[in-house]
């Protein structure tokens, strides 16, 4: 038996990387060749044994054989090349038959180049040496040896090797045209492991023609945008795991088994529970925990709540490196100060910083460093990667926190702010005291001289035992202050220099009895919120505000009187006045002409509406006047029956609405209005959407109600005297009765 492999001149070429020469680096090309091995047999039985095992070998190698078989229709292999190709030495010397051919084509191409390099290799393919069979044991043995030889000479790359030349940025063009061409024809599975530069998939899998139909491409990645650019046909998030299976993985690595050791139990609940479902944070934890005691665990535990993991967190860094200076910044102060703040609060933030805000956060919602969540927008961060973003800030310099851009350990921060005499570069603290450490007392040193906080852009402070801020706070560039349970707070002070501030929030401070005069003139607020501070009955004396939006006094229940508004506050949408104690809304509330919710719930001791109300209501989304008892009871001597009144009947046979002439809503002697008129004075351009009248004593809902075109939601809730409703409005969604005991008849809907 007799078999000769032949190598194609271009494959020897192929080992110095050789291409057209249209080809360039970024654009390598196919090398022109079809096939790497020739195979020349004599004999149909070689083909149906022997040499259809060391094709089919050759095939599943990756390797492109010429095999007589597939020759196409037309073509034809001639007897003299047979018998040129069974003598070595005519190969080799170029005589006789395949002497006078090899002649005959270099007179046809005048090349004396591209002649004498073609000799050269068939001097070398002459000189090949033979595998004899009877060396041997058997013919799969043989074959593997000739797939080796095969290998040797074409500089073949196993996956390994090649992966590793790639990354070390060695023959770069080598190595794609010997995925472009070996894999081609191939179906093949190739999974691409944290890629994190577009570069990674354009060299090793760059188009989809580089394989064969229906092969399959993996990519996994912490930056969405590579996927995008890759124009991939699918994406999957990879999610966190649950419970049971973070148990079971971080055991698996700490026991070797599926469930902890039973000394171990709640200590291990503990470590999966810090590690939020993260495969990486268990695989690593409960390897480095494996084998060590109890007091070991603990200690580790505890070290790693102030200094994280290494090997997770050189993992977690490759996405952050991936980030420009100032995406970096973004990143540090979302794990600081703003991981689960509403997104609006921290662009605004951002704006006043100079960060590109938008392009920032995208990058870091691609780079999956954080995520937007809820309908309300919250920034979220994986507790593993907010902790790798205080450590990159520890590391700044470990021994010296004053040298730090942030601080959060409170031993930190009682260190800087009481002891250091150093000058610091701080530029944000986030003081969370433990429990039973309620005081910072400042070092006079510790702050710069003069310092009026002037780079000060947020102030918050939650659960403090300040009382007062004092005359020298004047942080002029400060945009949002806010107070959260400061339960000795008892006066905000004169704030002229805050031109600034755009939000005033102050919360749940019980103690809080005055707000000063200044503050209803501060030119850019936009949203004053006093929410929850019961003792609250002192208010600036006028509010001129053309910026306000948002003003809510929900819960201020020692709240009698409201400011003079001294001008139109057409920016004023919202207004909740819930649970004081006020009898009547003041006639300049015409002045707030772009309101479109009111909020009056549990005012009991709201008597009256103005006249002008007439005008307001008429532009309202939402009115909330449940709850107000005492406005029913002084609508007249009988207010049920006046809450009960039927529209008119017009000329024509339609109903109409008895709406009041607005021109008498200045002309009135009493300036006020009976409650029920407010069923009169919407007609069907009215924009109303939503009313509550719950914990009224209405007995019948007027049938005016239908003329309320735009209203959908209805809530009449625990008016326990409401027997009947009888007609309801055309666009009605919902109406809530729960609560009406007395209900008997309710109309068709």
């Known amino acids: 038996m007799r078999i000769e492999i032949s190598m194609s001149s271009s494959s020897i070429a192929f080992q110095s990387g050789a291409s057209s020469s249209s080809s360039s ?76 051919s090899f002649d005959k084509l270099r007179d046809k191409l005048q090349d004396n180049t591209k002649m004498l390099k073609w000799k050269v290799a068939l001097e070398r393919v002459a000189d090949l040496s033979s595998f004899p069979l009877a060396n041997f044991r058997n013919e799969s043995e043989f074959i593997q040896e000739i797939i080796q030889w095969v290998d040797l000479r074409m500089g073949y790359l196993g996956p390994v090797e090649l992966g590793r030349q790639l990354f070390q940025k060695i023959s770069t063009i080598r190595g794609i045209n010997v995925i472009r061409h070996r894999l081609c024809s191939k179906k093949v599975l190739i999974i691409l492991v944290d890629v994190d530069e577009l570069v990674q998939i354009e060299k090793l899998a760059g188009d989809r023609d580089w394989f064969g139909s229906r092969s399959r491409i993996i990519i996994t990645t912490r930056d969405q945008c590579l996927l995008d650019k890759s124009k991939v046909d699918s994406k999957h998030e990879v999610l966190i795991l649950d419970g049971n299976e973070a148990i079971q993985l971080f055991c698996l690595h700490a026991f070797e088994k599926k469930e902890p050791l039973k000394d171990y139990m709640d200590l291990s609940r503990k470590v999966t529970k810090d590690a939020q479902g993260l495969p990486l944070a268990l695989i690593v934890l409960g390897s480095y925990l494996k084998g060590q005691s109890i007091y070991q665990w603990k200690n580790v535990l505890d070290k790693y709540k102030n200094i994280p993991n290494g090997n997770i967190q050189k993992v977690l860094l490759v996405s952050y490196e991936g980030l420009d200076d100032t995406e970096r910044e973004i990143f540090l102060n979302i794990a600081f100060f703003f991981k689960g703040e509403p997104l609006a609060n921290v662009m605004k933030i951002f704006d006043c910083c100079g960060f590109f805000r938008d392009h920032g956060i995208k990058r870091l919602t691609d780079k999956c460093l954080i995520t937007i969540e809820g309908s309300n927008e919250y920034v979220r961060m994986h507790d593993l990667l907010q902790d790798m973003g205080r450590e990159i800030v520890r590391l700044e310099s470990p021994k010296e926190p004053s040298k730090h851009s942030r601080l959060w350990f409170h031993e930190n921060i009682h260190e800087v702010l009481e002891e250091s005499t150093v000058p610091n570069k701080i530029e944000g603290i986030l003081v969370d005291l433990p429990e039973g450490d309620e005081e910072i007392s400042l070092h006079p040193e510790s702050l710069p001289r003069n310092s009026q906080g002037n780079k000060l852009i947020v102030f918050k402070m939650c659960d403090s035992l300040v009382k007062e801020l004092g005359d020298g706070f004047k942080p002029k560039n400060l945009t949002t202050m806010t107070f959260f349970n400061c339960q000795f707070l008892k006066k905000i002070p004169d704030l002229p220099s805050l031109s600034s501030l755009k939000e005033l929030i102050v919360r749940c401070c019980r103690r809080l009895v005055e707000v000063h005069d200044s503050v209803g003139s501060l030119e850019n607020l936009s949203n004053l ?174 049938t005016s109600i239908k003329e309320f075109v735009t209203l959908a939601h209805l809530s009449l809730r625990y008016c326990n005297k409401l027997e009947e409703i009888l007609e309801l409005p055309p666009n009605i969604r919902y109406v809530d009765v729960d609560g009406c005991k007395s209900l008997e008849r309710f109309g068709e809907v």
Request: aromatic share 8%; charged share 20%.
């Open 529 to 702: 919120d006093f929410r929850g501070c019961s003792k609250l009955h002192i208010l600036p004396r006028s509010l001129n505000l053309k910026t306000l939006r948002k003003l809510s006094l929900r819960s201020c229940s020692s709240l009698r009187d409201l400011p003079e508004i001294e001008c139109k506050m057409e920016s004023l949408n919202y207004l909740n006045l819930d649970g004081t104690v006020i009898e009547e809304l003041p006639l300049f509330f015409g002045n707030l002409v772009g309101l479109k919710e009111l909020h009056l719930l549990d005012c009991k001791n709201l008597m009256r509406l103005p006249n002008i109300a007439c005008i307001l209501l008429q532009h309202l989304l939402e009115l909330n006047i449940a709850s107000c008892s005492n406005l029913v009871k002084n609508m007249g001597n009988d207010g049920l029956s006046l809450l009960a009144m039927e529209s008119t009947n017009s000329s024509n046979g339609s109903t109409a609405l008895p709406v009041p002439n607005l021109q008498s809503c200045f002309q009135s002697e009493s300036n006020f209005f009976p409650i029920y008129t407010l069923f009169t004075m919407f007609n069907s351009s009215t924009s109303l959407r939503s009313l509550y009248l719950g914990a009224t004593e209405i007995v019948s809902l007027p």
């Open 25 to 100: 680096p970024s654009s390598p090309s196919i090398h022109p060749w079809n096939h790497d091995v020739f195979l020349s047999f004599r004999g149909e039985d070689i083909r149906r044994n022997f040499i259809s095992h060391l094709y089919q070998a050759l095939y599943k190698r990756g390797i492109n054989t010429y095999i007589d078989n597939n020759l196409e229709r037309g073509e034809e292999i001639s007897p003299a090349v047979f018998k040129a190709i069974e003598d070595p030495s005519e190969v080799r010397h170029q005589k006789w038959i395949f002497g006078e």
